[in-house]
């Protein structure tokens, strides 16, 4: 409507037809809703406003993760050259605080990238069955080294937790206990630090894990407390630090715990130590639910054993193609390189590669434009296998780089270990010829063993022995993918082995008796590299037999 002084304004109109003596009659009520009209104004610009700052915090986040990990890439990957281990005591003692110091930087960096993955909901808090009593002691093991450093004892109570899974986010839990014991560890040093797990059923019809890390640091100001679960707050003198970090840690833990809809606390006391608290709402895991909980992971190919491959590195840092040159001509394998992707596609109708390393940000033609060229392209390449060798660590790119078709993620900074995995892993789904790689070829399962089984002990019976066949397998693979002795490795393969030939899990008993024989013969690297295929292949076992058993 128009106003007295014609201005348009909104309103609001009703119209009704009433009788009168004199015959009908409409009635018409008129309401001025400007202030409503503008108040749903104001609510869509600020949700726009927030939508876009979200936008931009992600490509912050993205943008930060390129432009710090790349130069640290260089870095580390040419101090890693460095340690051949011909250097004399001094000069490994520089070399060693170098990669500590490039170590510290690249957390930082992943403390913050930690922050935008709790925050997008990411596949790293999926939930699955796990084993709290394994999780907790390699968490403990993993930090013991460190805590040795500064002169700690770390130890750890468990009450309870034997042969008992619960459904939760382990990739979670695992941050949770890490970032706790990190914390406790900076500031106990010289002193005693406890991690206790157990399950609480004090409320009837609940299950919560109770996890504390008690420590004997200086302890934590009353008056600090409600503060310390804030990003960036960090309760060092400023002036006399005494411990490195960004403050980022236990916000991480909050946000990871408010995640998994659990809680923390904190008691504390000055001159006693500290004491951080969680406790998480769980579900136990019953023999019903290892059917229906089951991992739905797609069944990969594992790793092949190492062969020396011809690949094609792109990148235009030259000093980060230089490296990695270097890096895999150590490695044994032959290495042509390219600085850019129209290089790369150029290369494509020149020579057939085993494998393709990419880097994603190029200018002109970028890494995904490169890939999807070359495997969409009538050139020589169309089959090989595509790596992403990137410093975009956020998991939404990651998605990005599988949806064009790349066959796996390596993160700058490189290491040659990760690097080693990526490229035996490619190897082996580009099918090389090679003897021992004819295992991989097998069924998980030998369906005409497992019907034998199945008729002997009949269906019930059969069903059982899986059953704890699966418990079993579930709470010893992660022990035994860790561990170091070739000896006691060669002695679990050997047990496994055994159990496996008697079910008829035929690629997994393969394997097994491959690793056994790699440490027979003292290859300590091939049966460790081998090692690390078990969850792959047992995961895939074990739907296997879950559906063969729901038959």
Not at 287 to 307: G, L, S, W, Y
Request: charged letters at 25%; hydrophobic letters at 40%; one cysteine or more.
């Amino acid at each position: 409507m128009i106003d007295q002084t014609g201005r348009l304004f909104p309103v609001e109109l009703s119209v009704t037809l009433a009788e009168t003596t004199e015959g009908p009659i409409f009635v018409a009520y008129v309401r001025d809703i400007t202030d409503k009209v503008q108040k749903e104004a104001d609510i869509l610009h600020a949700r726009d406003q927030a939508l876009q700052a979200y936008r931009e915090k992600s490509r912050f986040f993205a943008v930060m993760s390129h432009e710090m990990r790349t130069p640290l890439n260089g870095l580390l990957s040419a101090i890693h050259l460095l340690d051949d281990g011909k250097l004399d005591a001094k000069r490994q003692g520089f070399l060693n605080a170098a990669l500590t110091s490039g170590g510290i930087l690249l957390g930082h960096i992943n403390d913050v990238l930690t922050i935008e993955s709790t925050e997008a909901d990411t596949e790293d808090h999926r939930f699955h069955p796990c084993d709290i009593m394994s999780l907790t002691s390699s968490m403990v093991d993993l930090m013991r080294p460190l805590s040795e450093a500064s002169g700690s004892t770390l130890h750890i109570d468990q009450v309870g937790l034997d042969d008992r899974l619960i459904l939760t986010a382990p990739r979670s839990i695992q941050q949770i206990v890490l970032n706790l014991l990190s914390n406790a560890t900076k500031f106990s040093p010289n002193a005693d630090i406890t991690l206790r797990a157990f399950y609480d059923t004090a409320v009837e019809g609940e299950v919560s894990l109770h996890l504390e890390v008690i420590d004997e640091g200086p302890g934590i100001p009353e008056d600090d407390i409600g503060r310390i679960f804030e990003d960036f707050v960090s309760l060092d003198n400023r002036y006399e630090r005494r411990t490195s970090g960004t403050g980022l840690g236990l916000g991480i833990v909050k946000r990871l715990v408010d995640t998994l809809s659990g809680e923390i606390r904190c008691e504390s006391e000055i001159g006693h130590g500290s004491r951080f608290i969680v406790d998480l709402p769980v579900t136990m895991v019953g023999e019903t639910d290892i059917f229906n909980a089951a991992p739905q992971e797609t069944c990969a190919a594992p790793k092949a054993p190492h062969v020396a491959l011809n690949i094609l590195v792109v990148d235009d840092n030259e000093i980060n193609r230089s490296l990695l040159k270097e890096m895999l001509q150590r490695l044994g394998h032959t290495v042509v390189t390219a600085d850019g992707g129209q290089t790369a596609i150029a290369f494509d109708k020149q020579k057939k590669f085993d494998t393709i390393l990419m880097d994603i940000s190029m200018p002109g033609i970028n890494g995904i434009q490169a890939t999807e060229a070359i495997l969409n392209g009538d050139g020589l390449n169309k089959e090989t296998p595509i790596i992403a060798v990137t410093a975009h660590a956020a998991q939404q790119e990651r998605s990005r780089f599988q949806s064009a078709g790349m066959a796996a993620v390596l993160l700058k900074p490189l290491d040659s270990a990760a690097l080693q995995a990526a490229l035996a892993g490619t190897a082996a789904v580009g099918g090389f010829a090679n003897d021992d790689l004819t295992s991989m070829m097998q069924p998980f399962i030998d369906e005409a063993q497992v019907a034998e089984i199945s008729d002997l002990l009949g269906h019930d019976r059969f069903s059982d022995r899986i059953v704890d066949f699966i418990r079993y397998m579930d709470k010893e693979v992660p022990i035994l993918i860790e561990t170091e002795s070739l000896e006691t490795l060669q002695s679990r393969a050997h047990e496994f082995a055994g159990m496996c030939g008697m079910l008829g899990a035929k690629r997994l008993h393969g394997l097994l008796g491959d690793i056994e024989t790699a440490c027979k013969e003292g290859e300590d690297t091939v049966a460790h590299n081998a090692a690390q295929d078990i969850p792959s292949i047992w995961n895939c076992t074990r739907m296997e037999f879950i559906k063969r058993i729901k038959r």
